[in-house]
């Protein structure tokens, strides 16, 4: 097929004018607020859903917080 028997067939609309276009524009900005973690297989496989993932980094966030005061304790230097 040759692309000149090709019809254009995108609306006036569509028509974009890329040559003003910045490479990245957005990037750092998109970077510091994405949110996505990607989990390894092997934990991957131990969850349904990511509901799932929640509840169990809710819990253990609690747990941690519940056992702070266990694991901290000044020490005493001579």
Do not use: W
Not at 17 to 37: C, L, P
Not at 49 to 75: G, P
């Amino acid at each position: 097929m040759n692309p000149d028997d090709l019809e254009d067939d995108l609306l006036p609309e569509y028509e974009f004018d890329f040559s003003k276009a910045v490479r990245g524009k957005f990037y750092k900005e998109y970077t510091q607020s994405s949110n996505i973690v990607v989990l390894d297989p092997d934990i991957a496989a131990a969850f349904q859903n990511a509901e799932a993932v929640n509840s169990a980094l809710r819990s253990m966030l609690a747990f941690a917080k519940q056992t702070e005061r266990l694991t901290h304790f000044k020490c005493s230097t001579n």
